[in-house]
């Protein structure tokens, strides 16, 4: 388990994540939602070790995260971040491939080809394994991203808004696999999302940030109704039950 407690970050004057406690949870969907320049990158940042908190405690499994030596938290702990734009010319195999490299070093054993081999499999991206990342839609190359992730096969897994760019289809997939990760795999995922439907239907539980604040957390209807999603958004909402689901409706 990640236990979070009292983060804080300032950049220059400005507390752009500001006393924040959250939980992540093995075989567990966590959602986090709210408004562009609401913390949500920074928090994540923070939580995978890419960047510095001012104050406040990470523990992953019982240590503290800054106590972690890099090899053995790249055997725990992956991250995607926002944006990932590859310069080099990569094919699939080859970026699942990168995710083996906590272990092998770039030496691949048969145990790691096995692994790659599972991964593109798992997203079935084994039939597009030998073309290269320019070469595929943007809801392809997501998919070779997570399968990098998956090739990793660490505990906790932080997804920074995978479904950027995505149609509805390309979403739903990811999404979908994003869960089998929790429920199959027993992984701990965390998302950053825009769309609350997807948070809604796909999540254990839900982070609602606000300039830098959790204004809620907790299961799904403890976070995705009017009350809440009302005052981060700052927009009016109607909230509807679909199959025992919640969705929220907006214009
Ligand atoms: P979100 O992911 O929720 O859209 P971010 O965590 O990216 O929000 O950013 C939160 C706030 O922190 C924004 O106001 C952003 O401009 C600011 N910020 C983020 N990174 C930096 C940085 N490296 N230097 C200065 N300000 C930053
Ligand atoms: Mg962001």
Known sequence: MIVIKNLSKNYGKSKVVDQANAKFEKGKVTSIIGPNGAGKSTFLSMASRLSEPDSGSIIVDCKELKDWSCKELAKHLSVLRQSNSVNMRFTVEEIVAFGRFPYSQGKLTEQDHAVINRSMEYLGLSI???KFLDELSGGQRQLAYIAMVIAQDTDYIFLDEPLNNLDIKHSLNIMKNIQRLAREMNKAVVVVIHDINFAA????????????QVVASGEVDDVINVDVLSNIYETPFNIIEVNGKRMCTYH
């Not at 239907?201 to 940030?209: E, K, Q």
């Open 128 to 130: 597009i394994r030998g």
């Open 201 to 212: 239907c796909y999540s254990d539980s839900i982070i609602a940030l606000k300039q830098g």
